[in-house]
């Protein structure tokens, strides 16, 4: 079993920063594929980014593309999501995502644990 805790979010301008973290416990995270996904007020839960277990490929929205890095420090059992350029739509709850796979996946059924979620909220 694995246990995810984001943390990070906040309040912050639009053109604002944030680094989003994900820490795990109960299990090491080295093996598994990691993702970022996010629900806004009234939509559905979209994919933000995802990593493989090395580190190696990532893969992002095109909403967030050139804005947004996903990485991880396997030796700490950590994933973050770099948010920079913040803009408004941004604006979400952000959750982070373990597969035991550890090929990257943007379908949130792909995966097998999930956090609780940081709000993000960029005010204009």
């Known amino acids: 079993q694995v246990q995810l805790v984001e943390s990070g979010g906040g309040l912050v301008q639009a053109g604002g920063s944030l680094r989003l973290s994900c820490a795990a416990s109960?299990?090491?995270?080295?093996?598994?594929?990691m993702g970022w996904f996010r629900q806004a007020p009234g939509k559905e839960r979209e994919f933000v980014a995802a990593?493989?277990?090395?580190?190696?490929?990532?893969n992002y929205a095109d909403s967030v593309k050139g804005r947004f890095a996903i990485s991880r420090d396997n030796a700490k059992d950590t994933a973050f999501l770099q948010m920079n350029s913040l803009k408004p739509e941004d604006t979400a709850v952000y959750y982070c995502?373990?597969?035991?796979?550890?090929?990257?996946?943007?379908?949130?059924?792909?995966?097998?644990?999930w956090g609780q979620g940081t709000q993000v909220t960029v005010s204009s």
């Open positions: 995502a373990a597969r035991r796979s550890g090929s990257m996946d943007f379908r949130e059924e792909w995966y097998d644990y």
């Open positions: 109960g299990r090491a995270l080295r093996t598994y594929a």
């Open positions: 990593i493989t277990w090395s580190g190696t490929s990532t």
